[in-house]
């Protein structure tokens, strides 16, 4: 065993008195715990405060956000990012309400609806129902991979499996010693969060220093844990057109199904090779819309990172000359006003261009 009875003791009277206050710390509510693991999945805990009291009042139970139009909920996680999760807690509120309106008290049970993985499983079942099943994120891989001073590449799915072992291993020691499982998870999540942090470890202030074998043997422990070499992220360039008619606006909504889908948008897509900006937008009006358009100035561009790929968006002012619109690759298209924008989900590259849209014209 990797830790003592006393540094598990040790590491759980560390957190009850370090934690740091967050909304979803005071509740044992499955409902909440699970909206709130889903938001901080891939965004940070300053950020997910505002969006987590934003979308329980707007869906306090589970009924409510089962029975809620798709187009709401988006609206509602619009800004947080990552929309495909925001459509996953959706489908599976409407599975937990098809099952009786209960979420399941087991990981495994958890596990079957969607958008639950190991990760989000773990920590309801963990933190709402004391199950012994170990929670391993980003901040308790670093932990662990620093206690072991594991030198192997993190990602390495050997490395992945050791690490799971362990701190399966650890939860069930701590609740063999009549401690929280919740707590034990929240606590390595905790430390690896504030104190064994990824550029900067603040080793004695940490509950695990006498038994961290990366202190012993590294003379720099932030050197772990190694990460296989950053591969070159894809830039790509998207045509899209701002298509005027009348005072409003042309937007469209993407399958619901795939990246941001059910988000609006203006329409348009990436530029192909040997094609300019102009032909681009020109090409996607016909292939999207079966409209053709005039070009006209370029509006603005806006750069923008996702996880795998960075865009520049450049949307132009056109206008359209012919071709009945017909919805070739999107599910909806709307002509709104520039103010009435505000009231649609849109990924935040638009959200840019809406805000210029509105500035210029007053609105
Ligand atoms: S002693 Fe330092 S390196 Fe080891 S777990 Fe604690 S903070 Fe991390």
Redesign the pocket.
């Given at each position: 065993m990797i830790l003592s009875d006393k540094s598990l003791r040790g590491l759980v009277k560390w957190f009850q008195k370090n934690r740091r206050e967050m909304s979803w710390r005071n509740t044992r509510d499955p409902y909440k715990i699970w909206i709130s693991e889903v938001m901080l999945q891939q965004t940070q805990v300053a950020t997910v405060e505002p969006y987590y009291e934003r979308f329980l009042k707007a869906f306090p139970t589970v009924h409510d956000l089962a029975k809620a139009p798709l187009d709401k909920v988006l609206k509602v996680w619009e800004g947080c990012g990552y929309y495909a999760r925001a459509r996953n807690l959706h489908q599976a509120a409407k599975q937990i309400v098809e099952q009786g309106g209960e979420l399941p008290k087991s990981s495994d049970e958890l596990r079957k609806l969607k958008g639950i993985g190991p990760y989000t499983s773990a920590a309801i079942a963990s933190i709402a129902f004391g199950e012994a099943v170990a929670v391993l994120d980003g901040n308790v891989e670093r932990?662990l991979a620093?206690?072991l001073c594991e030198r192997r590449v993190i990602s390495d799915s050997r490395v992945k499996k050791r690490l799971h072992a362990v701190a399966s291993e650890l939860v069930k020691k701590a609740v063999a010693l009549r401690l929280s499982s919740g707590d034990f998870n929240e606590a390595m999540m905790e430390l690896g969060a504030t104190?064994?942090k990824p550029r900067e470890?603040?080793?004695k202030k940490?509950p695990?220093?006498s038994e961290?074998r990366?202190?012993s043997s590294l003379k720099d422990?932030t050197a772990l844990p190694k990460k296989a070499p950053a591969k070159k992220v894809p830039h790509y360039d998207i045509g899209a057109a701002i298509v005027r008619k009348d005072g409003r606006i042309l937007i469209t909504q993407r399958p619901e199904h795939g990246m941001l889908g059910g988000l609006w948008e203006f329409p348009g897509g990436k530029q192909e090779r040997g094609e300019t900006l102009e032909e681009c937008v020109r090409r996607e009006m016909k292939e999207e819309l079966a409209i053709d358009v005039e070009v006209n100035s370029l509006f603005q561009s806006v750069n923008h990172a996702y996880t795998h790929f960075k865009i520049t968006l450049h949307c132009f002012d056109c206008k359209h000359t012919g071709g009945k619109l017909k919805l070739i690759h999107c599910s909806d298209a709307k002509w709104v006003r520039p103010h009435e924008l505000s009231r649609f989900a849109f990924p935040k590259a638009d959200r840019v261009i809406i805000e210029k849209l509105q500035l210029t014209q007053g609105e």
């Amino acid at each position: 065993m990797i830790l003592s009875d006393k540094s598990l003791r040790g590491l759980v009277k560390w957190f009850q008195k370090n934690r740091r206050e967050m909304s979803w710390r005071n509740t044992r509510d499955p409902y909440k715990i699970w909206i709130s693991e889903v938001m901080l999945q891939q965004t940070q805990v300053a950020t997910v405060e505002p969006y987590y009291e934003r979308f329980l009042k707007a869906f306090p139970t589970v009924h409510d956000l089962a029975k809620a139009p798709l187009d709401k909920v988006l609206k509602v996680w619009e800004g947080c990012g990552y929309y495909a999760r925001a459509r996953n807690l959706h489908q599976a509120a409407k599975q937990i309400v098809e099952q009786g309106g209960e979420l399941p008290k087991s990981s495994d049970e958890l596990r079957k609806l969607k958008g639950i993985g190991p990760y989000t499983s773990a920590a309801i079942a963990s933190i709402a129902f004391g199950e012994a099943v170990a929670v391993l994120d980003g901040n308790v891989e670093r932990v662990l991979a620093r206690v072991l001073c594991e030198r192997r590449v993190i990602s390495d799915s050997r490395v992945k499996k050791r690490l799971h072992a362990v701190a399966s291993e650890l939860v069930k020691k701590a609740v063999a010693l009549r401690l929280s499982s919740g707590d034990f998870n929240e606590a390595m999540m905790e430390l690896g969060a504030t104190v064994c942090k990824p550029r900067e470890a603040l080793c004695k202030k940490c509950p695990l220093k006498s038994e961290c074998r990366a202190i012993s043997s590294l003379k720099d422990v932030t050197a772990l844990p190694k990460k296989a070499p950053a591969k070159k992220v894809p830039h790509y360039d998207i045509g899209a057109a701002i298509v005027r008619k009348d005072g409003r606006i042309l937007i469209t909504q993407r399958p619901e199904h795939g990246m941001l889908g059910g988000l609006w948008e203006f329409p348009g897509g990436k530029q192909e090779r040997g094609e300019t900006l102009e032909e681009c937008v020109r090409r996607e009006m016909k292939e999207e819309l079966a409209i053709d358009v005039e070009v006209n100035s370029l509006f603005q561009s806006v750069n923008h990172a996702y996880t795998h790929f960075k865009i520049t968006l450049h949307c132009f002012d056109c206008k359209h000359t012919g071709g009945k619109l017909k919805l070739i690759h999107c599910s909806d298209a709307k002509w709104v006003r520039p103010h009435e924008l505000s009231r649609f989900a849109f990924p935040k590259a638009d959200r840019v261009i809406i805000e210029k849209l509105q500035l210029t014209q007053g609105e």
